[in-house]
């Protein structure tokens, strides 16, 4: 299993502390990175002003789910538990 293009759970659930072009404090949990397109697939894939944390978050069946509704919940549930 491996990443769904066009999900983009975890660029909107999950709070990010790195600096994030567009974003210079980070990202708030539950909100939408600037850098997530309207396919929901990230603008800096490649790119590297990606922060670190995006490139080390890779695919977990726990975290992912069946689809991106689940993986919204489970990562909104996930980042309460962890703040
Ligand atoms: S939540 Fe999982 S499946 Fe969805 S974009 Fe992130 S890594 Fe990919
Ligand atoms: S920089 Fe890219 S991978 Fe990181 S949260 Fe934003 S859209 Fe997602």
Redesign the pocket.
């Known amino acids: 299993m491996s990443c769904r293009a066009g999900c ?1 759970a ?2 909107i659930a999950p709070s ?1 502390t790195s600096p ?2 567009g ?1 210079a404090e980070g ?1 708030p949990a539950g909100v939408r ?5 309207g396919s929901n ?5 490649g790119d590297p002003r ?2 670190d ?2 490139q080390r ?1 890779d695919y977990d069946p726990e975290l992912c789910l069946d689809n991106r509704e689940q993986a919204l919940t489970v990562l909104t549930q996930w980042e309460r538990a962890t703040r």
């Open positions: 983009g975890c660029c990010i994030i072009p974003m990202k990175c600037v850098q997530l397109d697939l990230c603008r800096l894939f990606r922060p944390v995006c978050f």
